[in-house]
């Protein structure tokens, strides 16, 4: 159907606004039996653009674009499928935009990262993208599927846990060794609590390492409090000094920041135009650069990835993974230590510069998240298929066996249900699908897979290990759609894990002797085996 065809002026009688009242049809194809009815909505020769009927309101017409069509992709197919969508619209402020171009930028300017770019700064990000407000918004969307970003949160990590409200607030609890919790002090908290010093402040994304915390604000600012330094091993370093309240990377200042994302020796941040950054960790040049583990100051991470638009990172033992969002489409690349196949190039080298997985183009497989475990990777795909691949042990890529595996492979025993998330920690993999189910494999040290497997509470270590996913039966007991699953990523901490439900609930369990489940345990009790319902309000 071409609706461009010229010849008399034809005026509808009315124009059904889909979507906003009545059972009537949504999206694409409801736009589409709206055009197919008045068979021709724009003027025929008489502007050599087209002009629509209701071009005095455009702000009607967007309406119906963008409250219709929430995906760039349902945009493309518009214009593909009709070309008086692929037309100048004549609407101001850019009369040479199309309606579906508009309908994108419009709903780009309701991203909290986009509002305050200035012209010169979205002109540069449209052309990284791909020189369209379409591009633009995908990379936006996907950006924000890939780490919740402006969404509820909780972090589970080594020892302590973060938790960022509906609102960007924040909740700290667990160990505080090293003044990570942000309250002042060196005190462990059993019960969420509210970190004061940032109210005010809408956070939108959090992360947490051994003994560091960062949180980031919608205005792209950084706050860190925890050890004062990037690039300190787990287990510790020399001479660093502990920051016992929220304090802003003042290095970082002039780069509006949307992901932060802590490795052992190495911490990295992705900025809101999808270029990332390195501190630490550049002693004979592992990350492409020379630093010192006591630097502070960014690196911009060069090579391959350096003018190609990032929207999520992901740290691991001593590498990272990059998720990269182009016009042609979602490529993942790694960079770093490549002990046990971590990078997913076929082999164990190590790569100082980015470098693009290609086995996915084998697999015909488009990554949409990635998570980066200690030792092992994961990949979800738009079609729902899960890749895992590295370091085998325990069973945490869930192939069935402990083997190692240095190209991304598909985990079979998943083949009936479509995955949405997957998170990794040390020997640990977790799946949540579409129907909100959770299946985990691995090592089963501190009953963090929510398998009991005959162990009794309070019994450390004494739980089995799965070779492939099962399905966490005692989330689905609880009858409740999980959304989110987050486990710690440590080598040296024992973990615990969060599953964020979409009633707003969130569930802990695993391990919990320093506070980090939010809930008190018993005097014989280390860990929780099954999930306890976390008193925190989330809205």
């Not at 409801?30 to 455009?58: D, I, V």
């Not at 990272?320 to 080298?349: E, F, I, N």
């Not at 189910?437 to 739980?463: D, I, K, M, P």
Request: charged fraction near 20%.
């Amino acid at each position: 159907m071409d609706t461009a065809a010229t010849g008399p002026v034809w005026q509808p009688t009315s124009l059904s606004f889909i979507g906003i009242s009545g059972e009537q049809p949504h999206g694409v194809a409801a736009l589409m039996q709206t055009s197919q009815r008045n068979q021709r909505l724009c003027y025929g020769s008489s502007s050599s653009h087209g002009e629509f009927p209701l071009a005095t309101n455009p702000s009607i017409v967007l309406h119906v674009l963008t409250e219709c069509c929430l995906d760039p992709q349902d945009l493309a197919r518009l214009e593909a499928t009709c070309s008086f969508f692929r037309h100048a619209a004549n609407f101001t402020p850019d009369v040479t935009l199309s309606l579906s171009e508009l309908a994108a930028l419009d709903m780009c300017k309701r991203r909290a990262i986009f509002r305050p770019m200035t012209s010169e700064e979205r002109e540069s990000l449209k052309e990284s993208c791909g020189g369209s407000w379409k591009l633009v918004l995908r990379f936006l969307k996907a950006g924000e599927l890939c780490y919740r970003r402006e969404k509820i949160q909780a972090i589970a990590g080594p020892g302590h846990s973060i938790v960022v409200t509906k609102t960007g607030a924040v909740y700290t609890f667990g160990s505080s060794s090293s003044g990570q919790l942000g309250h002042g002090s060196l005190d462990e908290e059993w019960r969420p609590r509210l970190l004061r010093s940032l109210q005010g402040v809408r956070i939108i994304q959090a992360t947490a390492g051994v003994g560091r915390t960062m949180l980031i604000s919608d205005t792209g600012r950084v706050y860190a409090f925890g050890k004062d330094s990037f690039g300190d091993p787990e287990y510790g370093g020399p001479g660093s000094k502990n920051i016992n309240t929220p304090q802003i990377v003042e290095s970082l200042n002039g780069i509006f920041v949307v992901q932060a994302a802590i490795g052992n020796f190495f911490t990295a941040v992705l900025s809101r135009e999808g270029r990332v950054y390195t501190f630490s960790w550049g002693a004979d040049a592992k990350l492409g650069h020379q630093t010192e583990p006591e630097d502070q100051k960014p690196q911009l991470l060069r090579g391959a990835l350096e003018n190609k638009p990032v929207v999520q990172i992901a740290a691991g033992y001593c590498y990272l993974l990059a998720l990269t969002c182009q016009s042609t489409g979602m490529a993942v690349y790694s960079v770093g230590c490549g002990l046990g196949g971590k990078l997913g190039h076929g082999t164990r080298s190590d790569e100082r510069w980015p470098k693009m997985i290609e086995h996915f183009q084998h697999l015909r497989l488009q990554p949409i998240a990635v998570a980066a475990g200690a030792w092992h990777a994961a990949v979800v795909s738009e079609d729902g298929r899960v890749c895992t691949w590295g370091w085998g042990r325990y069973g945490c890529l869930g192939h069935g066996n402990e083997d190692c595996e240095l190209l991304p492979k598909v985990v079979e025993s998943l083949q009936g249900v479509k995955a949405v998330h997957v998170a990794t920690g040390d020997y640990t993999t977790f799946v949540v699908t579409d129907a909100g189910e959770v299946f985990s494999c691995g090592c089963g040290e501190s009953s963090s897979l929510g398998h009991l497997s005959g162990a009794t509470e309070g019994q450390a270590n004494r739980h089995a290990n799965v070779l492939r996913p099962e399905l966490v039966s005692s989330l689905k007991q609880r009858n409740e759609k999980v959304l989110q699953i987050s486990l710690t990523n440590s080598v040296t901490w024992n973990a615990h894990t969060f599953a964020l439900c979409d009633s707003g609930r969130l569930f802990a369990f695993g391990a919990g002797d320093k506070g980090q489940l939010g809930t008190e345990l018993l005097d014989n009790e280390s860990e929780r085996g099954t999930p306890e319902l976390v008193d925190i309000n989330l809205s």
